[in-house]
């Protein structure tokens, strides 16, 4: 693996030039929010480039027919397939002890089998998990979901799954979320194979959920970082879902990934 910018994190960023396209009208794919956590993150972070997932690994988790609804918008398909890719890359990435972040859009965690909303049209995230699985390299997986909202389509996916967790803190103050959060990690004493991190910013004080300031996002990254040491075996990788105010996201983002990395 390249390491090449002096004193970069170890933390890989997963990104592609495509995730800047406007592929809808939605609050995820507005003009500005990428390029607002590449202006944060590109002098201090190792940038690596996905591919394009394929069709055979969206249908890892999707039925044919959604896939069919997506793909009639072509460009949304494109650039969701290549969303799926970048979180795949994460997901490998950390597999071989790379901690890692997909820096992707649409998001993915009300993406269910069958059906999508909320923005996301494929579920990056519990794509990854089922490739990992498919391919014998992990069993037992933890999603943690900090996003403002309830990952409707990540849990309905895992709903039948015994070897997936699903968890996402709710917290109606900052010290109850993080305690939420802690109370998870501290109980959940068994092993797991990996960490998946649905990381949406939609709850900061400047955005729609009006909570979490950007210093919790760095004490969210550094709890999470010690479950992947402790459960895990460090195998660890974030995904981007939400987060809509383009003057805090790129800050908030760097803040959790110097925390996890
Ligand atoms: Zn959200």
Wanted: hydrophobic letters at 40%; a negative charge; aromatic letters at 10%.
């Amino acid at each position: 693996m390249i390491r090449s910018r002096c004193g970069a994190s170890l933390l890989l960023v997963i990104y592609h030039n495509r995730y800047l396209e406007i592929y809808s009208s939605d609050p995820a794919s507005a003009p500005g929010r990428i390029e607002s956590i590449l202006d944060e993150l590109d002098t201090h972070f190792e940038f690596v480039e996905p591919e394009q997932a394929s069709e055979q690994e969206v249908l890892l988790v999707h039925n044919p027919a959604h896939v069919e609804y997506v793909k009639a918008h072509r460009l949304t398909y494109e650039i969701a397939l290549l969303a799926v890719g970048g979180a795949i890359k994460g997901a490998e990435l950390a597999v071989q002890g790379e901690p890692a972040f997909a820096l992707i859009r649409p998001p993915g965690h009300h993406a269910s089998r069958n059906s999508s909303w909320g923005f996301c049209y494929f579920n990056n995230v519990a794509i990854a998990v089922e490739k990992l699985r498919a391919e014998g390299k992990v069993n037992l997986a933890v999603v943690a979901d900090i996003d403002l909202h309830y990952g409707d389509g990540t849990a309905n996916i895992f709903a039948s799954s015994p070897t997936i967790t699903y968890f996402h803190p709710e917290g109606n103050s900052r010290q109850s979320y993080l305690d939420e959060l802690n109370r998870f990690v501290s109980f959940r004493s068994e092993p797991f194979d990996i960490l998946a991190v649905s990381a949406g910013f939609d709850r900061h004080e400047q955005d729609w959920g009006g909570l979490l300031r950007t210093e919790d996002y760095h004490t969210i990254g550094k709890i999470l970082k010690e479950f992947a040491e402790n459960r895990c075996n460090g195998r660890r990788f974030a995904v981007l879902e939400g987060g809509y105010n383009h003057s805090v996201l790129g800050k908030n983002v760097k803040a959790l990934l110097e925390g996890l990395g």
